[in-house]
């Protein structure tokens, strides 16, 4: 093991649970990379992601935003192409746009459509499906108000999803900021989280919340204050 790396994991005490303020300062002394890392939760819930009403996602704007600027593609009819440009979409359009993904060109991070495109974008799910990136109304991405939804996109807004494991991953910043302002986008994700929590839910619902940047040792974060 690198003597750096070593010296990063004797930081974080694997048998200690360490309050969200701890960890958010921690993970800051604690990456190794010479990039701005990103800083991710790992967050394992007590749900069955198999029951529908069980299959938590949602979306949530988070007050300092993730540190990363990202690619937007709007798939509109020509009407709505100014407002999506206007806004800042990095790409609008929609059939060559399509043709595109069909090709396997999937180099953006949110795709925005209109409710009336969605039957051409349907044949797209196998793409896009795997990757996250298929269009949705429950995460405000279907919709006709594309210049709103840009702007939430391109202000912070992160859409989570519960994966196979009953685990949710998810950005909230960058090593680079403050130790509070990763505090608060935690808090921010894991109190949406926690208001998207099932009735059918038994048990502890947050099992356990870890908090790492890109190649760091993962902090454990304890979780009965953050269900206060």
Not at 172 to 195: Q, Y
Request: proline content about 5%.
């Amino acid at each position: 093991m690198p003597k750096k790396r070593k010296a990063v994991d004797a930081k974080v005490d694997k048998n200690k649970v360490y309050s969200l303020k701890e960890a958010s300062s921690i993970v800051k002394t604690i990456n190794t990379t010479k990039f701005d890392a990103s800083v991710d939760l790992h967050i394992r819930l007590g749900v069955d992601p198999k029951k529908a009403d069980q299959a938590i996602r949602g979306t949530v704007t988070l007050p300092h935003g993730t540190g990363k600027t990202k690619k937007v593609l709007v798939l509109c009819t020509p009407e709505k192409e100014a407002d999506a440009k206007a806004a800042g979409a990095d790409f609008v359009g929609l059939d060559e746009f399509v043709q595109k993904i069909e090709g396997g060109w999937t180099d953006i991070d949110v795709i925005i459509a209109t409710p009336s495109v969605m039957p051409k974008i349907g044949k797209l799910g196998k793409i896009l499906g795997p990757r996250n990136l298929m269009p949705n109304p429950k995460t405000g991405t279907v919709t006709n108000d594309v210049a709103a939804a840009v702007n939430e996109v391109k202000g912070g807004k992160i859409a989570f999803k519960v994966d196979k494991a009953g685990i949710i991953h998810a950005s909230i910043g960058r090593v680079s900021f403050s130790p509070e302002k990763i505090a608060e986008n935690s808090h921010s994700l894991i109190e949406a989280i926690i208001k998207a929590k099932p009735s059918t839910a038994k048990g502890t619902y947050l099992k356990s919340v870890f908090m790492a940047s890109s190649m760091s040792p993962a902090i454990a974060v304890e979780t009965k204050s953050l269900m206060n």
